[in-house]
């Protein structure tokens, strides 16, 4: 079946602008993650949803960025004012339910480049 | 709070030898082990995983093992391959916050 999908998968943006980052999950999966990668780091936790809910949001770097999701499906991930800083690729995964719950499928990543 | 180190945080070996990548972590309760490698501009993908219930799993090159007394798990390739180069992640299942921990990732380089 079809895997996560994120869209753009490229966005050149000049600072001070906002950018929206799509997600779409793996039909039926509940559980939701996005995270950010800087070049040759490692994988930062932003926020993660269970069904539309958010129930944590502890690794939102600051105010500027905030996340949706609706449906229990989509995701958008909107980051206001951008800031050269926030230059990474921004990677979603999913998750089913049940015992099945920790294994994420990753999206191919949105590259952002703030100028 | 909750912490996953990975060690070392870059690998060269020549191909045909083993390639070993170890990985702490600090939550007692967590339960799920797995590792995703990254290839270069690609996404992390599942390669192999590891529950509390198990002390070993291997699937034909790769393998795993887990010591939940030291909160120690490790990676084993052997006869490394070129197209075993990428990034590996290790990560922790943290029950408690329902969410996986990963470690910072080793840079593994296979010499032809």
């Known amino acids: 079946g079809a895997g996560v999908s994120q869209s753009p998968s490229n966005k050149v943006t000049e600072k001070g602008k906002d950018v929206e980052l799509r997600c779409d999950p793996i039909?039926?999966?509940?559980?939701l993650y996005w995270y950010r990668q800087s070049l040759g780091q490692g994988l930062e936790f932003l926020i993660y949803f269970q069904g539309n809910s958010a129930p944590d949001k502890s690794g939102l770097p600051s105010d500027r960025f905030s996340a949706e999701r609706t449906g229990g499906s989509v995701s958008t991930l909107t980051i206001q004012r951008t800031q050269q800083e926030d230059s990474a690729v921004y990677l979603c995964?999913?998750?089913?339910?049940?015992?099945?719950?920790?294994?994420?499928?990753f999206g191919p990543g949105t590259r952002l480049l703030v100028l | 709070g909750e912490n996953v180190e990975q060690h070392p945080s870059t690998l060269s070996v020549q191909e045909g030898d083993s390639a070993v990548i170890k990985c702490t972590y600090s939550?007692?309760?967590?339960?799920?082990f797995p590792w995703y490698k990254q290839e270069l501009g690609k996404r992390p993908q599942l390669i192999i995983d590891i529950r509390s219930n198990v002390g070993e799993k291997k699937d034909q090159r790769i393998a795993v093992t887990l010591n939940k007394t030291a909160k120690h798990f490790s990676l084993h390739i052997t006869e490394t391959q070129p197209e075993d180069s990428a990034v590996y992640f290790c990560?922790?299942?943290?029950?408690?916050?329902?969410?996986?921990?990963f470690g910072p990732g080793t840079s593994l380089s296979v010499i032809p």
């Open positions: 990560a922790a299942w943290v029950t408690s916050y329902d969410k996986v921990i």
């Open positions: 039909s039926g999966h509940t559980a």
């Open positions: 995964a999913s998750a089913p339910t049940g015992t099945l719950r920790e294994t994420q499928y």
């Open positions: 939550d007692s309760a967590s339960n799920y």
